[in-house]
């Protein structure tokens, strides 16, 4: 079956701009996860939906950060006016129910590059 | 706040040689997991420890949760090329959410042919 993927692969775009990230997950699970990966600074979470809404938004950075999920599948992250510092890889993870000890599986991530 | 925090940054080693990375903490946790990243890949679960003291063998890797539940370890016995990634050790906060991840900041293991 399917695994995790993410579009785009990659992304360069100029500070100030907008930019979306998608993240499609395993069928069938009802968790996902954003998680940005910067060098030097391992895996820093993001943000927890639960079906369609977030219960923990507590990792988004700034109100420039924002995320949705529609129909219990797809997710958007948003990042506005982006900044140099937005730069890394941004990885999308999906779980059955979201328990505590369940396997994540992460797709190959969003390079995102603010120039 | 509670930070996993993994030793060595980087290890490049020789094939055969057997090599220990070690994954510490001050708080308690429930569990913690153990992932391997391949470049332009996302993390792959390689195993989830639960019990304080828990020892689970993976093939030539060995993974011990401990007793006190704050640190775990990976052993691998003679290493091969293909071991080559970054290894990040991850647990769940303690009282947050069931879904997030608290991930350390990873081993980078090279091994030479």
């Known amino acids: 079956g399917a695994g995790v993927s993410q579009s785009p692969s990659n992304k360069v775009t100029e500070k100030g701009k907008d930019v979306e990230l998608r993240c499609d997950p395993i069928s069938g699970h009802t968790a996902l996860y954003w998680y940005r990966q910067s060098l030097g600074q391992g895996l820093e979470f993001l943000i927890y939906f639960q079906g369609n809404s977030a219960p923990d938004k507590s990792g988004l950075p700034s109100d420039r950060f924002s995320a949705e999920r529609t129909g219990g599948s797809v997710s958007t992250l948003t990042i506005q006016r982006t900044q140099q510092e937005d730069s890394a890889v941004y990885l999308c993870?999906?779980?059955?129910?979201?328990?505590?000890?369940?396997?994540?599986?992460f797709g190959p991530g969003t390079r995102l590059l603010v120039l | 706040t509670q930070l996993l925090e993994q030793s060595p940054q980087f290890l490049s080693i020789q094939e055969g040689e057997n090599l220990t990375v070690y994954c510490n903490s001050s708080s308690v946790f429930s569990s913690l997991q153990w992932y391997r990243q391949e470049p332009g890949e996302g993390p792959v679960l390689l195993v989830t420890v639960v019990t304080g003291g828990e020892v689970k063998k993976l093939k030539r890797l060995t993974f011990q949760f401990g007793d006190a539940r704050k640190d775990s370890s990976l052993h691998i016995t003679a290493a091969q090329p293909g071991d080559t990634g970054l290894y990040l050790c991850?647990?769940?906060?303690?009282?947050?959410?069931?879904?997030?991840?608290?991930f350390g900041k990873g081993t980078k293991l090279s091994v030479k042919p």
């Open positions: 991850a647990g769940p906060p303690y009282g947050g959410s069931q879904g997030n991840l608290i």
């Open positions: 993870a999906s779980s059955l129910a979201g328990a505590g000890q369940e396997t994540q599986y």
